[in-house]
T-cell receptor
Framework: DSGVTQTPKHLITATGQRVTLRCSPR?????VYWYQQSLDQGLQFLIQ???????AKGNILERFSAQQFPDLHSELNLSSLELGDSALYFC?????????????FGSGTQLSVL | AQTVTQSQPEMSVQEAETVTLSCTYD???????LFWYKQPPSRQMILVIR??????QNATENRFSVNFQKAAKSFSLKISDSQLGDAAMYFC???????????????FGKGTKLSVIP
């Protein structure tokens, strides 16, 4: 158990809908990262938050948004869903900073858009 | 932009034997980190081993070791005494050494599916 909690584990929805994925980082970790794993694109970095502020942005679509709340949990919002958005969405957390810092992944949310 | 290439989509190894998974990367940075992650059927991403580019000594974790060739931009993973539990997808990943930016953005390869034959 990595200590990173993601809910729900599975999500099935229809095209055009909006969903919210939730992540609770490890206790004490200030940074939260979102990654998308799909058959076409592989594992891709979407976005990072550090202590409530956006820190880095990757290949995140405009239809997607995220935020980190004062209690440090994070939500990834996916709207106007398309079939191609079906993927495994990972959240990860890390300490800041340190030479031995590591990234800890949650078990992911499997999104199926039908 | 950095790229990570894993040229072996699938590999297989006999139980108790040794297997090497290949990874090459492209970067203009001199300070960076390289990782191997394991993803078993449970989908959990598990860190196997990590290498700092400034360290010449190859990292080792029990049965897992790497061959890091900085000039060649090569980072292969060797699994010794392979076990059935080693069967999984293995991903090579790169992270910039720019820790001042405070970002731990990883660039992943496409992965290698390892099968272990009893």
């Amino acid at each position: 158990d990595s200590g990173v909690t993601q809910t729900p584990k599975h999500l099935i929805t229809a095209t055009g809908q909006r969903v919210t994925l939730r992540c609770s980082p490890r206790s004490g970790d200030l940074s939260v990262y979102w990654y998308q794993q799909s058959l076409d694109q592989g594992l891709q970095f979407l976005i990072q938050y550090y202590n409530g502020e956006e820190r880095a942005k990757g290949n995140i679509l405009e239809r997607f948004s995220a935020q980190q709340f004062p209690d440090l949990h994070s939500e990834l919002n996916l709207s106007s869903l398309e079939l191609g958005d079906s993927a495994l969405y990972f959240c990860a957390s890390s300490e800041q900073w340190g030479t031995n810092e590591k990234l800890f992944f949650g078990s992911g949310t499997q999104l199926s858009v039908l | 932009a950095q790229t990570v290439t894993q040229s072996q989509p699938e590999m297989s190894v006999q139980e108790a034997e040794t297997v090497t998974l290949s990874c090459t990367y492209d970067t203009s940075e001199s300070d960076y980190y390289l990782f191997w992650y394991k993803q078993p059927p449970s989908r959990q991403m598990i860190l196997v081993i990590r290498q700092e580019a400034y360290k010449q000594q190859n990292a080792t974790e029990n049965r897992f070791s790497v061959n890091f060739q900085k000039a060649a931009k090569s980072f292969s993973l060797k699994i010794s005494d392979s076990q059935l539990g080693d069967a999984a997808m293995y991903f090579c990943a790169y992270r910039s050494g720019d820790t001042l930016a405070g970002s731990y953005q990883l660039t992943f390869g496409k992965g290698t599916k390892l099968s272990v034959i009893p």
